[in-house]
């Protein structure tokens, strides 16, 4: 829905890829949250996880620890991937800008798989854990 109103320079198939692997990914997510916590708690972290998360990976990364922390958020992973999608497109005196600012966030044009194998193995191991804690708590 939202394609047709921020018109970017990407396809649409490449963002209904990274969106599809970021909802794979979200959905582990929530399966855990909503096995782990009750409903409201579950409910409440579902909607400040990813405010905290993205806002951990789009801040300056100052520290080596705060740089391995963004590396392991999610938010991280799909706007590189949303990034480099619309980079792509790019082209002509486009090109300087494209390279700035891939430059100034530490992308690389051609992780566009990796980004997306990260969401899908994000998706994968939460769902793992939940499974485990779906099987120790004896929850339905």
Request: aromatic share 18%; charged share 10%; with cysteine.
């Amino acid at each position: 829905m939202f394609y047709f109103f921020t018109n970017p320079r990407s396809n649409f198939a490449d963002n209904y890829v990274v969106l599809l692997c970021l909802v794979y990914c979200v959905t582990g997510i929530a399966y855990a949250l909503a096995i782990f916590f009750e409903q409201g708690p579950a409910q409440l972290w579902s909607v400040l996880l990813p405010v905290v998360l993205t806002l951990i990976a789009t801040r300056p990364k100052d520290s080596e620890t705060m740089k391995y922390i963004a590396y392991l958020c999610y938010p991280r992973w799909a706007l590189e991937a949303f990034v480099i999608a619309n980079a792509e497109r790019y082209y002509g005196v486009w090109l300087i800008t494209r390279c700035g600012l891939l430059l100034k966030h530490g992308y690389n044009l051609h992780n566009w798989g990796l980004c997306l194998s990260f969401l899908i193995l994000i998706g994968v191991v939460i769902r793992i854990v939940a499974f485990i804690g779906m099987v120790t708590f004896q929850r339905r």
